[in-house]
């Protein structure tokens, strides 16, 4: 089984560092430029299955790059993005930091103590939540000989990741968040998986 994970494409709110989470916002002309470009780089993978964040910026990139693929896009609360509750809309740039909690910062250089934000949700539930929806992918027989699309997004795929292989939440960023468009090849058999390669881009 092949497991192609994929971030989706670039926002208006990627551009400024605006916290999405689950807002939904949609690609912008670049973002839909990057899913283009990455559906050529795919064009020849024989994807058998295409799962999906509901949000409409993964939909839009896994339709993208189906292409003319005769398959349905089926969304998954699995793949969502991880909520940043009250704070969502609020920017993370220095310049432009505008959100009320300090703690906030640990998001990615001390995960192990992030402050979840109120009405968000933790990085230890968005782990079990997402790797959990890859897993079960992963365990059922039936899928043994299956080529699998997941579009999904930043901190969910290091989620996926992180908990596939066990690692505790301080090391939850232990490997790149990935660009927009970025792709990571997983290969499983035998109850065992494999990264091939994370975060390759094709433009």
């Not at 979840?116 to 039936?142: A, C, K, Q």
Request: charged share 25%; aromatic share 10%; hydrophobic share 35%.
């Amino acid at each position: 089984m092949d497991i192609y994970l994929i971030r989706h494409g670039e926002t208006d709110w990627n551009k400024v560092k605006r916290l999405q989470g689950i807002t939904d916002i949609p690609l912008n002309a670049y973002g839909i430029e990057l899913a283009e470009k990455t559906a050529e780089g795919l064009k020849d993978v024989p994807f058998d299955c295409i799962y999906t964040s509901p949000l409409i910026r993964a939909r839009k990139t896994a339709e993208i790059i189906r292409g003319e693929r005769p398959i349905e896009v089926i969304p998954t609360d699995g793949l969502l993005e991880i909520s940043f509750g009250d704070y969502e809309g609020l920017t993370y740039l220095p310049e432009t930091y505008n959100i009320p909690k300090p703690g906030f910062r640990k998001f990615f250089n001390d995960p192990e103590h992030y402050d979840t934000p109120p009405n968000g949700e933790s990085l230890i539930h968005l782990r079990e939540r997402t790797s959990s929806f890859v897993r079960g992918i992963m365990n059922d027989p039936s899928n043994e000989d299956k080529t699998f699309l997941m579009a999904s997004h930043g901190a969910a795929i290091r989620g996926i990741l992180s908990g596939l292989l066990k690692l505790p939440i301080a090391e939850f960023w232990s490997g790149p968040v990935h660009k927009n468009c970025g792709v990571t090849k997983l290969h499983a058999e035998h109850g065992k998986f494999e990264v091939e390669f994370e975060n390759r881009v094709y433009y």
